[in-house]
Nanobody, 121 residues
Framework: VQLQASGGGLVQAGGSLRLSCAAS????????MGWFRQAPGKEREFVAA????????YYADSVKGRFTISRDNAKNTVYLQMNSLKSEDTAVYYC???????????????WGQGTLVTVSS
């Protein structure tokens, strides 16, 4: 599967943004999907993940209650709705995939290119 992230941009603190990650291929629904981010000078970190059917979701503590991950298997797309954005959310955001949750939240083998989110204070 190939992943293409989009939707990044510049937003003021307190604002919202929705990221999308479109996947190629007909096996999208067999993948657990995730989002990671990498801020300048920092290591890449896990943000959120979602199970194959969308029934299970997982979040980093830093975004819990503010971000929502969802997926549309008919459109081969996973989303990350980001609300109440803070300056510390500024980062390049990447979507990722694997067949197992345990791998997606730690070291997924499949990555899309990043999309830059900049939150101005």
């Amino acid at each position: 599967v190939q992943l293409q992230a989009s939707g990044g941009g510049l937003v003021q603190a307190g604002g919202s943004l929705r990221l999308s990650c479109a996947a190629s291929g007909r096996t999208f629904s067999s993948y657990v999907m995730g989002w990671f981010r990498q801020a300048p000078g920092k290591e890449r970190e896990f943000v959120a993940a979602i199970g194959r059917s969308g029934g299970s979701t997982y979040y980093a503590d830093s975004v819990k209650g503010r971000f929502t991950i969802s997926r549309d298997n008919a459109k081969n797309t996973v989303y990350l709705q980001m609300n109440s954005l803070k300056s510390e959310d500024t980062a390049v955001y990447y979507c990722a995939a694997d067949s197992r949750v345990s791998t997606v939240v730690t070291n997924p083998p499949l990555w899309g290119q990043g999309t830059l989110v900049t939150v101005s204070s």
